[in-house]
C-alpha cells in the first residue's frame, strides 16, 4: 500500500523555522522525484520545491528561495523541505507529491498544517 505521510507542520511566529517530513512506504522511493506543494485558502495548489530521483534540486519559485530548502534521504525514503525565515504568507497546508521517473504514476501525502503568525 502506497503511502506518503507529512508531519512537522504547526504554528510558527515569523521568522521562525520549521522542518517537514514525508516519509514514504509502497514504492521505490529512490525512483521518484519528490515535491512539496502548498495550498493556502481560496489559492490554488503551488509548487513550492522539487528534487529529481538522482537528487536534482529544481529552481525554487521566487517565493521561497533562499528561506526553502528540499532534501531527500533514500535510505529512510523519506524527503524533507526545511522552512526558515517564514511570513505570514507562507501559511498553508503543505502537500507532498512523489513523480515516477519512468511513468507518470505519481502519489500524494494528506498534507500538513502550517500557520505562521504572532
Known amino acids: 500500500q502506497v503511502q506518503l505521510v507529512e508531519s512537522g507542520g504547526g504554528l510558527v511566529q515569523p521568522g521562525g523555522s520549521l522542518r517537514l517530513s514525508c516519509a514514504a512506504s509502497?514504492?521505490?522511493?529512490?525512483?521518484?522525484?519528490m515535491s512539496w506543494y502548498r495550498q493556502a485558502p481560496g489559492k490554488e495548489r503551488e509548487l513550492v520545491a522539487a528534487?529529481?530521483?538522482?537528487?536534482?534540486?529544481?529552481d525554487y519559485p521566487d517565493s521561497v528561495k533562499g528561506r526553502f530548502t528540499i532534501s531527500r534521504d533514500n535510505a529512510k525514503n523519506t524527503a524533507y523541505l526545511q522552512m526558515n525565515s517564514l511570513k505570514p504568507e507562507d501559511t498553508a497546508v503543505y502537500y507532498c507529491?512523489?513523480?515516477?521517473?519512468?511513468?507518470?504514476?505519481?502519489?500524494w501525502g494528506q498534507g500538513t498544517q502550517v500557520t505562521v503568525s504572532s
Open positions: 507529491n512523489a513523480l515516477s521517473a519512468v511513468t507518470t504514476l505519481d502519489y
Open positions: 509502497g514504492f521505490t522511493f529512490s525512483m521518484y522525484a
Open positions: 528534487i529529481t530521483s538522482g537528487g536534482i534540486i529544481r
